[in-house]
């Protein structure tokens, strides 16, 4: 079955830098979008970032551009997001999640908490 384990959370001050992992297995990775979503306390999930299948195409919320990198490995069949210049309001559990497409359903991971204090 199609499984997502992210990695790589962790507690941080601002201004620091994590760097989240997403092992996919259970599909073909690389056949699937894929994408960073985040949840904060009290709050809705919201998208973080997306990447296509083939790598060439990302996009970021506006709240995390020119701070967040998304990449994938699809040899490795695993998805990251490196994250600079944390501010306290990127606190939150991120998820990752491969986008609805062709070939593929929507499946979500389990989720890992950041937490960046002041």
């Known amino acids: 079955q199609v499984q997502l384990v992210e990695s790589g959370g962790g507690s941080v001050q601002a201004g620091g830098s994590l760097k989240l992992s997403c092992a996919a297995s259970?599909?073909?990775?690389?056949?699937?979008?894929m994408g960073w979503y985040r949840q904060a306390p009290g709050k809705e999930r919201e998208l973080v970032s997306t990447i296509s299948s083939s790598r060439t195409t990302t996009r970021y919320a506006d709240s995390v551009k020119g701070r967040f990198t998304i990449s994938r490995d699809n040899p490795k069949n695993t998805l990251y997001l490196q994250m600079n210049s944390l501010k306290t309001e990127d606190t939150a559990v991120y998820f990752c999640?491969?986008?609805?497409?062709?070939?593929?359903?929507?499946?979500w991971g389990q989720g890992t908490q950041v937490t960046v204090s002041s």
């Open positions: 999640a491969t986008e609805r497409g062709t070939w593929c359903s929507v499946y």
């Open positions: 259970g599909y073909i990775f690389s056949n699937c979008g």
